[in-house]
């Protein structure tokens, strides 16, 4: 990488921006939505419950596989854009 | 057909399945051995992480754990998933991007230092073991139950079935053996949970299921179980904790710790290239997700049918006749995992939760005393009796516990066998081994590892029920920082990451140490492993994710005061940040 070091830091700051937006949402929905915002969020009932029970024990977790999809995704386009892909 | 030979027979079919794959799948060289030759579709490898991961604690007790606690337990759910995000951004694509076949070779060549290899090798080899420790228990308890043998035999048949795949496929064989086991054990935790999710509610999709309407009674479930359980003077379910900041640090550390285990991570290293490392996490979380979301549902459902069985015309009426109980009750009170005792003589089950508060309505109703009690694994292990399911069903569930018991065991002893051979074998006492040779000395190391997991899981050491404790807390403290600092910082140097995972490790440990005695030694612990001994309320399953932030905090500022790392690591790092030229993984 060392011909192309001006683009190889700005493919790694794209690729931290996206992990650190990801994380972002990563944190809103457990940390956040599921445990401390929970009580904030109890006026919002999901089925007998509320949205914080709903986010603990799945929303969250759907969260994560998109989350996880969008990162391989849009990390791939980036690889392309910087012509590091593999091949 | 008897139940038992029905057991049997699917039992023995898997396993006829199992030695087959690993006849088919025999590993020629290192690279087949360590990394299944590397070319692993990310679906498939999504599959076989999936297995890997799911041990028989999920697959048997997590639901029983959610029912006991509720909301509380949601720690476990978030924790054991939310770690696969980690993973796929932070680890997995860049270690894949290094290529080689284990998780202390990256940090010994990271950090420029076969000390850093040692660290992270003892700290593989203790978690590792610790965690498999339970899966050979879990699989002789699963022989026993369903096979009528006793536990130490099952657990010597189990050990022979995962010799066979293990011995001669390494990777290779696990991974295709992984496979065949996530279909056995995801269609046996569905099937009973779709059943009993159309039964209560109508809803064939359990988790759906959970947050709709209880045919029955026309409520929420969640709402008619919150009823039931709290007119008997339990705790409600889905009630908020006190003791959020625990949690919180409970869920870091199971995300964190769940991130730096070596079996999961080198279950990256065997696809072909970094876009497939970074699809897999996705794929391995689909079917992750697909137990994990089943579990909280079966967890409300079968609490509601044990209540509701107990108490068939509501709360207030006189509960169920003990000679009217239905045939499962019956059926797992042989094994001892229900149990019922008559404390005031009128020959009814009364089930309640005793507590002071409770206690003057027991009187009025002349009950004096708890007289029901069951071991939670029957919320998943009785799924099939509670919801009416045929014979086969249960043959199902008994050759699904042992696929998830094997299938994770395995994966651990390769990470402690490749270690072995690998990391300590030829990267430290004889570097000029020949391919042939380390293959034959990986062989060795597993035949070794499979005999003393097998010993231990007969003969549990007290530090065996510490998988959490103990796995986790590792993991998180000194694994995950050191591979994560190796990847996105280049100043972090061999001294700051040695200080760094000693630092997490000494101060992890000796938390835990504290409450639960020193290696575990009963007596020996300083406090008493209570809520008002914590600080600040932290439990010791919890301090891991502090752990991590002293590993942290302790490489930087050691780093910081000492040289810079030379110029060829900080290339390698810049190396293991792009995608290009990834190549298969390779030995040097």
């Not at chain 2, 159309?198 to 709402?223: A, V």
């Not at chain 2, 509501?314 to 499962?328: F, H, K, Q, S």
């Amino acid at each position: 990488m060392s011909g192309h070091s001006y683009d190889a830091e700005k493919y790694w700051k794209a690729n931290l921006r996206l992990i650190g937006g990801s994380l972002v949402v990563w944190f809103l929905v457990s940390y956040g939505a599921a445990m401390l915002f929970r009580p904030l969020l109890a006026g919002i009932s999901v089925g007998g419950t509320d949205l914080g029970f709903w986010f603990a024990q799945q929303g969250s977790i759907l969260t994560f596989i998109v989350l996880i999809f969008f990162y391989a995704w849009r990390m791939n386009k980036i690889d392309e854009q910087f012509g590091v892909s593999e091949e | 057909m008897s139940q038992f030979a029905i057991n049997l027979l699917f039992v023995g079919a898997s396993f006829l399945l199992y030695i087959g794959i690993a006849i088919w799948a025999k590993a020629g060289s290192t690279k087949d051995f360590y990394v299944a030759g590397g070319g692993i579709h990310p679906i498939t490898n999504g599959v076989a992480i999936g297995a890997d991961w799911m041990s028989a604690a999920s697959f048997i007790s997590m639901a029983g754990l959610i029912a006991a606690s509720g909301y509380g337990a949601s720690t476990f759910l978030m924790g054991w998933t939310g770690g696969y995000v980690l993973l796929a951004m932070l680890l997995a694509p860049y270690l894949r991007k290094f290529g080689k076949f284990t998780v202390p070779e990256f940090i010994g060549d990271r950090y420029y230092s076969d000390n850093a290899r040692l660290v992270a090798v003892i700290c593989l080899i203790v978690a590792s073991v610790t965690y498999v420790i339970g899966q050979m228990a879990g699989a002789g308890v699963a022989f026993s139950r369903f096979l009528e043998v006793d536990s130490t035999m099952g657990l010597i048949i189990a050990a022979i079935v995962i010799f066979f795949y293990s011995v001669m496929g390494g990777m290779k064989g696990i991974t295709y053996t992984q496979v065949a086991q996530y279909c056995v054990l995801i269609v046996a935790y569905t099937i009973p949970a779709v059943f009993i999710s159309l039964n209560l509610t109508g809803n064939p999709i359990p988790g759906l299921g959970m947050f709709s309407t209880h045919t029955e009674s026309g409520l929420p479930l969640l709402t008619k179980l919150n009823q039931v359980i709290t007119d008997l003077g339990f705790n409600n379910y889905t009630a908020d904790v006190d003791n959020k900041l625990n949690m919180i640090l409970f869920t870091l550390t199971l995300m964190i710790g769940t991130a730096g285990l070596p079996h999961v991570i080198i279950r990256f290293f065997t696809v072909r290239k970094v876009t497939d490392a970074r699809w897999s996490g996705g794929w391995a979380l689909v079917f992750i997700a697909l137990l994990y979301l089943t579990a909280p549902a079966v967890a409300s459902m079968a609490r509601l049918n044990i209540m509701t069985t107990i108490y068939p015309d509501g709360t207030d009426a006189a509960p169920i006749l003990y000679e009217d109980r239905p045939n499962w009750v019956k059926e797992w009170e042989v094994t001892g995992l229900i149990q019922f005792e008559d404390k005031n003589n009128d020959g009814r089950i009364q089930y309640y939760n005793p507590t002071e508060s409770f206690a003057p309505e027991a009187e009025a109703r002349g009950w004096e005393g708890n007289e029901f009690t069951y071991n939670r694994d029957i919320l998943v292990l009785a799924n099939p009796e509670i919801a009416n399911l045929p014979g086969w069903v249960i043959g199902l569930i008994a050759a699904g516990g042992l696929a998830a018991a094997l299938s994770t065991a395995a994966g651990l002893l390769l990470a402690i066998s490749s270690a072995i051979s690998h990391d300590l074998i030829k990267g430290r006492f004889n570097p000029n081994i020949s391919d042939k040779g380390e293959l034959l000395a990986a062989r060795i190391s597993m035949a070794v590892a499979i005999v003393v997991a097998t010993y231990l899981g007969a003969n549990p050491p007290g530090f065996a029920a510490q998988v959490v404790a103990l796995a986790f807390g590792i993991a998180a403290a000194s694994l995950f920082p050191a591979l994560m600092m190796g990847i996105f910082s280049k100043r972090v140097n061999n001294v700051g990451a040695i200080a760094g995972m000693l630092a997490g490790l000494v101060f992890t440990l000796s938390y835990i140490f504290v409450y639960k005695g020193w290696l575990f030694i009963p007596g020996t612990n300083n406090l008493a492993d209570t809520p008002e001994n914590w600080v600040l309320g932290i439990s010791p399953l919890s301090i891991g994710a502090i752990g991590a932030i002293v590993n942290f905090a302790v490489a930087f500022v050691v780093a910081r005061s000492t040289a810079e790392p030379p110029k060829e690591i900080q290339e390698l790092v810049e190396s293991v940040r792009y995608p290009r030229g990834a190549g298969a993984a390779q030995d040097h």
